[in-house]
């Protein structure tokens, strides 16, 4: 099974920028639609964005639409997620994985990257 490792987070004041990626350790991610996904504490992991395989088509969380954008480099087994204008409820750990509809398809997540927005 493909192994995610998340890196890219930190500590970014609100309106600023972040952009976050995920590398496949182990195998490819090529053949599947990719997304983002973050928990934040005392919640549940939520869907946040998704890419299909060739990149030409993306979806979002209404509560990023405008201000994320996600990408992919295919050749180099890369998935990012830019980051826009955050605010301090997008503080999270931010994890990435392959995406069916807006679920998870691994069992298996990676150590994701923590995110914090200061106000």
């Known amino acids: 099974q493909v192994q995610l490792v998340e890196s890219g987070g930190g500590l970014v004041q609100a309106g600023g920028s972040l952009r976050l990626s995920c590398a496949a350790s182990?195998?490819?991610?090529?053949?599947?639609?990719m997304g983002w996904f973050r928990q934040a504490p005392g919640k549940e992991r939520e869907f946040v964005a998704a890419?299909?395989?060739?990149?030409?088509?993306?979806y979002y969380t209404d509560s990023v639409k405008g201000r994320f954008t996600i990408s992919r480099d295919n050749a180099k087994n890369l998935v990012f997620l830019q980051m826009n204008s955050p605010k301090p409820e997008d503080t999270a750990v931010y994890y990435c994985?392959?995406?069916?509809?807006?679920?998870?398809?691994?069992?298996?997540w990676g150590q994701g990257t923590q995110v914090t927005v200061s106000s």
């Open positions: 890419i299909n395989r060739s990149g030409t088509s993306t």
């Open positions: 994985n392959a995406v069916g509809g807006t679920s998870a398809l691994f069992d298996s």
């Open positions: 182990v195998g490819t991610f090529s053949p599947y639609t």
